[in-house]
């Protein structure tokens, strides 16, 4: 038995653990009943825990070709984007779509059907998908993509590894110049200036939000709006133009222990905010920064899910539809603000259309912060759900880790079609874990 | 793809196991052409293929059988060229139990970490030295160090190869054949799967991969790749004869 966790560390589980070498060892474990594929293990609560049966794939991590010509990366599952683009970012290439941290597999990426910054132009994770290979129950193989078995490509995109072991995808990359990004940053002094900010820069491929979810009264849900966009060598000052993929390296710190609990309080989440947002009042305007700092501010911390302590933390996000969006934002950060709970780094992003079967993405704003696991914030969550559902929004399984099953079925009506396809097909009894067990997936 | 073709090509022996793959990875992405050699050399290709994708060096995979000595000569010359570096990641653990009453087990177990690994590296010293250059790269063990009652059988083998490794480099102390000895003490690996082995002493492949790569940057002679074994390895050796054999080690 190994105790493993999400990225938010609650909830612990004592889970028996195997990791096969090759399909042939995968298969047999899959034999043993249901069972859970788990990755980097970057999903935030149980979407990865099976206590009886958790498959690693780690030793899935081998690159299988690349076509320059388009772009297509064919991949095992349990690579991850960190090295996809350790490889071909010095080639000119960069994922089309990329999470808020580099260590998740792609494995976990297609099961969570991940976003990122360009989302309200580029869709989730699966748009830039050629096919996936998925492992079924018996061991069988299955190459699904938009035109062969698309029902199961697109009940797979999002379901958090429920209908199978995710083995080997197509990827297609996109093209960049370099290995920068020109920033922007617009400090929006409310929360209404930070959706004009969003709205007024749809033709940004990049764009998210910082937002300070400590904020009140008229300053509720200032924000410091980042756009961004891959830069040409003629962005680049000259002297990095001779190597345009070449970014200063970042000295890795790590968080070495568990904080006490006490350390984050009301008051140091208030400072910290506050001095973020004058710090990012100073930087106002354009800029140059490596695609690591840009993409993954926090990969920077090895170990920062240890800011919370040893009980962990638990990971809040919605999204809300576009016409609800303005007047449920404003709910949900009096909610927090009036706790004077919150956290660092709270994000505000503007999601594009999206039509897919269980991915998470709609179109509107999403909202993401975490907070300390404790009674208290459990409270405050029940709290955002229901302002959350009396929107109309709906929640992103791979930050959930105490969601219940009917506010998930009830803001989300696929689950319960998901749920029925799986009963049905016998999936049910074939793929399960934590999560589905309490969602009644 | 950074640095590609920088570095003299490197034969990987033993290609199969976790360290070899690890070593393979850190040369190829420090530019160096990588050549697999191993049994049934056709099944190496997938590792062949990701380690071309990743780093952008040319891979070539060569069979070779490490309990076949009259085949060395042969094997070395059908190598596309003669390698800069080569790395000896042969080895079999076995069982103590089987090794112990099973002749033909020990014998496996001896020629496969001595016989062979010993007889291939002097083949390739001489043709190193013939050609005024070369590194040579032993994994051994720490088991070598002292025989004890749980692995005497691969511990005596690695001892022997540890000692063959010692005196290649005494013998070309002045050049122009470098001799790298590697003890990486436990190693998380398809040999080690299952073993309750301590944390602090365990090191990934890719730790020893690193270390490794490292010393021919840096001219080690022998890498210890934690610390903290060559101080365990020290008070063993040190223990009294009288008082190591009661020992339970």
């Not at chain 1, 930070?194 to 400590?214: H, K, M, Q, R």
């Not at chain 1, 390296?249 to 009301?266: G, I, K, T």
């Not at chain 1, 709906?394 to 099953?405: I, Q, V």
């Not at chain 2, 250059?133 to 005497?152: C, D, H, K, P």
Request: aromatic share 8%.
């Amino acid at each position: 038995m190994t105790q493993l966790s999400g990225w938010g560390r609650y909830p612990r589980i004592d889970c028996a653990l195997s990791a096969p070498r090759d399909a042939d060892a995968l298969a047999r474990a899959l034999a043993r009943g249901p069972a859970i594929a788990r990755g980097m293990g970057r999903a935030y609560g149980d979407s990865a825990l099976n206590a009886a049966n958790t498959v690693s794939m780690g030793h899935f991590n081998r690159f299988l070709a690349f076509d320059p010509a388009t772009g297509t990366l064919e991949v095992e599952a349990g690579v991850t984007l960190a090295e996809v683009i350790a490889a071909f970012l010095p080639r000119g290439w960069f994922p089309q779509v990329t999470p808020g941290t580099k260590f998740v597999s792609l494995g976990g990426a297609i099961a969570a059907d991940v976003h990122g910054k360009n989302h309200h132009g580029a869709g989730s994770f699966g748009a830039a998908l050629d096919w996936i290979d998925v492992m079924g129950a018996d061991g069988t193989v299955t190459r699904a993509s938009h035109d062969t078995h698309s029902d199961l490509f697109h009940w797979t995109l999002g379901s958090m590894g429920l209908t199978g072991v995710i083995l080997r995808a197509g990827l297609r990359l996109q093209p960049v110049e370099s290995g920068w990004i020109a920033q922007t940053t617009l400090p929006a002094p409310s929360l209404s200036a930070a959706i004009d900010a969003f709205e007024g820069n749809l033709d940004a491929p990049y764009s998210v939000a910082w937002i300070d979810c400590t904020a009140r009264g008229p300053a509720l849900g200032r924000s410091l709006v980042m756009l961004g966009r891959h830069a040409g060598v003629e962005d680049l000052p000259p002297a990095a133009r001779r190597a345009p993929f070449d970014v200063p390296r970042r000295r890795a710190r790590s968080l070495p222990v568990d904080l006490p609990a006490f350390a984050l309080n009301p008051l140091t989440l208030r400072a910290f905010n506050a001095a973020y947002w004058w710090a990012g009042n100073r930087k106002a305007g354009a800029a140059l920064v490596d695609w690591d700092r840009y993409f993954y501010p926090l990969d920077a911390v090895a170990g920062w899910n240890r800011l919370y302590g040893r009980r962990g933390f638990l990971q809040f996000q919605c999204v809300l539809p576009l016409p609800a969006a303005a007047a449920g934002l404003d709910a949900l950060l009096r909610a927090i603000a009036a706790r004077g709970a919150g956290s660092f780094l709270a994000v505000l992003k503007r999601f594009g259309a999206q039509d897919s079967r269980l991915s998470f993405p709609m179109e509107g704003y999403t909202l993401a912060l975490d907070f300390p696991h404790n009674r208290e914030s459990l409270t405050l969550m029940d709290r955002l759900d229901r302002i959350t559902a009396d929107h109309g929004g709906r929640f992103y399984l791979a930050k959930d880790a105490r969601l219940d099953a009917a506010t998930l079925h009830a803001t989300d009506p696929r689950w319960s079609d998901f749920a029925q396809m799986r009963q049905k097909t016998g999936l049910a009894e074939a793929f399960a874990s934590a999560q589905s067990q309490r969602l009644a997936l | 793809m950074t640095g590609a073709a920088t570095g003299g090509a490197v034969l990987i022996l033993g290609a199969r196991s976790d360290i070899a793959r690890a070593c393979a990875q850190r040369f190829a992405q420090g530019g160096h052409p990588v050549m697999l050699a191993a049994r049934d050399a056709a099944t190496l290709a997938p590792d062949a293929t990701d380690i071309g994708l990743r780093h952008g060096v040319t891979v070539t995979c060569h069979d070779f059988d490490a309990l076949d000595p009259e085949g060395f000569a042969a094997f070395l010359d059908a190598l596309p060229v003669l390698p800069e570096i080569a790395v000896c990641a042969v080895g079999l653990m076995g069982t103590q139990d089987q090794n112990q009453r099973d002749p033909a087990a020990a014998i496996r177990v001896l020629r496969s970490n001595f016989e062979g690994p010993a007889i291939l590296l002097a083949e390739l010293a001489e043709r190193f030295e013939a050609r005024g250059s070369g590194t040579l790269i032993g994994i051994s063990s720490v088991a070598g160090e002292r025989g004890r009652a749980s692995n005497y059988v691969y511990g005596a083998a690695k001892a022997g190869f540890t000692a063959y490794l010692s005196g290649l480099r005494n013998r070309f102390a002045r050049g122009p054949v470098r001799v790298i000895t590697v003890l990486p003490g436990f190693v998380a690996t398809r040999m080690t799967e299952g073993m309750d082995l301590p944390p602090r002493l365990t090191a990934q492949p890719e730790e020893v991969a690193e270390a490794i790569f490292q010393a021919t940057r840096r001219g080690r002679d022998v890498v210890w790749v934690r610390p903290v074994w060559r101080l365990i390895m020290a008070i063993i050796r040190a223990l009294p004869e009288g008082i190591f054999k009661k020992t339970r080690l």
